[in-house]
Every structure is written in structure tokens, then in C-alpha cells.
């Protein structure tokens, strides 16, 4: 006896607060809803590039933010999207977690904490966990073969609140579409199909998406270099392009990717001149003017894309950012500050974001460094902004996390 309390035998623990877990979350249904805490500011590391008296959005780090239930843990976070009621929803990767990490998932139990979180998670804007909803078994399965991705990549909810994600591991190549509660609709694209750039259904570990106004625009990716179009209603081919909007006829990489790859210089290095999209077309972001940013990360920089009403796509130009970094590399994701007078630029390797002037694309300054603590990133991945102008930025490899930027005003 200590402190009061009896010592009991370590998987005995384990196994009665597993218990008393589940008895918890079968009382609160399938979906429990945390309290989110107060939040709990904190200074950002921000670098002014722009002359001074140069108005420059400001934010800091919520570090109480989100809340997860008790015994769920997110792995490696790599999408974030805000849907149109300012909830924020999230992918993440729970193979990334190891047995130390979810030891309450474990057969028996080894720990008292944790287990994965849903592959799919909805936080409100305050931070309080709403719901999630997403395994292996979730499918959907089409000729006997299950889409469900191996690796989630990308996250896109749109005006019906409809959910859309690809995946980067070994045979995903698809894109799925679920409702908000988890209900498959359709797919793009089929596990273990890629037949290059240049075809016009399989896709090639696709890494972003996005829909609206009936057209689906994916960032087809990791094994292809495209973007590529489809008309949602029909599900027929729209188009596809690749860097400055030509054919999209590069080569595509050879085999599976793997995460060594993301860091490897055997593409000879970045090289924001390129004519070609290098091997990770990370993301496809439209505005709400006509206008569309991809992200060529390989190459340091993103491509800008101006389409008419017919659906023609013309580059307008190129967006380098810190071209000569190596390893991760740079442009990893991009968003919009509501009124879409700034842009987002989310930087992997220096661990920061850049705020850029939209008319102009004059960089004005940068927010984040790398790190573990709040406000600094490991692997920062993919950006969202809310209606009141608060950046949400997750993290893979070992960052494992989405953190809340909150914004302050413009000074």
C-alpha cells in the first residue's frame, strides 16, 4: 500500500482502466465529445521580412489545443481542412503509432494509454474532439479489393460537408469520398492501379484533392506528376496538366514510394527552373477568383494556374520559396487568410510558414521554427484557415500532432 491506493499488477491495471474506458465511451455512444480547455497563448516565433509599417498578419500558438478523449492518440497528422461551420477535421496515419505508443490497443493490454484515434477526426473550432470514424474495415471494397488507404494523405471537406482524402502508401492509388459520419459515396481511381501521367482514370498515390461546383481536382502525386480533373456528376476524365501547364508527360517514379525517398537527392536536387513537376505534386489549391496553386515541393517552389470558363488552365508563374534547401524541401501545402488577401505557404523543412502578399507575391514574413514545442514543427505537412482567420498546421514523420495558430490582427 501507498499513497492509499493498493499495488496491483501491471496488465491488471491496464486491463481495468481499459474497462472503465470503454464503459465510459459505450455511456457516451460511439461518438465522445470532449471539453476543449481554455486556450493558452503563447508567443509564435515570426520573422519580418517586410519594410517596417508594412501590415503583416499576426498570430500565436494556442498550446492547450485540441483536446482528445483520455485514452486516443493521433499519429502521424497528415491532412487538415475547416469545414464551412468552422469545425476542423483531420487525417492521420494510426500505423505510424507503435506498440509503446498504443499499448491499451494491444492484446492483452501493456499500458494504461493509449489507443489510435479514428482515422478521421473532427475537433471544434474551440478544440473539443466531436467524432471520428475510419479503419482498414471501413472500405469501401470494389471487386473484392478494399480502397481503404494504407497511408492517408490529403483532406478536403467540402460545401455538403463531405469528406475527401487519398493516401501515399503501397497501392493507393484513389480517391475516396465519404459523408461527414463515415458513409462511403465514391471513389476515383483503384488500389494497385497506376498507368502514368498520361491516363486518364488511375491515379498514382494522389496527394491532395479538392471539390466543389462539380469538378474533383487532385494532385496526383507521389508516383504520377499531374494534376488531373474529373467532372463529379458524370465521373468522366475533365483534364490534366503538368508544370506550366503543359502534358503532363514526365516520367513517374519507379516502385512504391517510401518516406526515405522524401529526403533523398537522387532526383539531383531541387530546381525551381524545372519543366517538369518534380516527384511529389504535394497539393491543388483553388481560389475563389479563377486562380490555382500547386505545390511542387520537390522543386522548392508552387506554379500558379489561371483558369477561364471554359476550363482552360494557363500558368501565370512560378512562387519559389528558400530555393536552395535541401532534405524535406519547401512548399508542402498553401491556404488563404479568409478574404484571400494573403497566402499561406507551409515550408517542411525550415519548419515554418510564409506569409505572402497575394496580389504580388512579396513575401512579408515568416512564422515558425523547427522544434517540438508549441508553435515549432517537425515535418510540417499540411495548412487550413477558418472563417476568423486561425492557421491549423499538422505534422508527420515524428511531429505526429496538429497545433492552432491563432490570429491576432494585422500590425
Known sequence: ???????????????????????????????????????????????????KGTPVPRFKVDAAWPTLPDDMMLGQVSGVAVDKDNDVWVIHRPHSLTATDNGLAQTPPIA???????????????????????????GPVIDGV?????????????????????????????????????????????RDQTKGNLDKAALGNPADVWHEDDEVLVADGYINKRVIGFDNKSGAFGRFWGAYGVAPDAPTRQGNFDQSQATSTSDGGPNPASRQFGDIVHCVVPTKDGHIYVCDRRNNRAQLFRRDAKGAVTFVRDIVIAPETGGTRTVTDIAFSPDQKYVYIADMMNGRIWILLRETHQ?????????????????????????????????????????????????
Open 1 to 51: 500500500m501507498k499513497y492509499g491506493f493498493p499495488v496491483i499488477g501491471w496488465r491488471y491495471a491496464a486491463a481495468l482502466s481499459a474497462l472503465l474506458i470503454g464503459a465510459s465511451l459505450h455511456a457516451q455512444g460511439t461518438k465522445p465529445v470532449t471539453t476543449p480547455r481554455p486556450p493558452a497563448l503563447a508567443p509564435l516565433y515570426t520573422e519580418i521580412l517586410a519594410p
Open 363 to 411: 513575401v512579408l514574413a515568416a512564422i515558425g521554427r523547427n522544434g517540438r514545442y508549441a508553435g515549432e514543427f517537425t515535418w510540417l505537412h499540411s495548412i487550413a484557415t477558418d472563417a476568423d482567420g486561425n492557421l491549423y498546421a499538422t505534422e508527420v514523420s515524428t511531429g505526429r500532432r496538429v497545433q492552432k495558430l491563432v490570429f491576432t490582427g494585422i500590425e
Open 112 to 138: 494504461t494509454c493509449c489507443r489510435p484515434a479514428p482515422t478521421i477526426v473532427r475537433f471544434s473550432q474551440a478544440g473539443a474532439y466531436l467524432d471520428g470514424w475510419g479503419t482498414p474495415a471501413t
Open 146 to 190: 478494399s480502397q481503404w488507404p494504407k497511408s492517408g494523405h490529403g483532406l478536403y471537406v467540402d460545401a455538403k460537408k463531405t469528406v475527401w482524402f487519398g493516401g501515399n502508401g503501397d497501392g493507393d492509388h484513389a480517391i475516396l469520398n465519404f459523408t461527414a459520419d463515415g458513409k462511403f459515396i465514391k471513389s476515383y481511381g483503384r
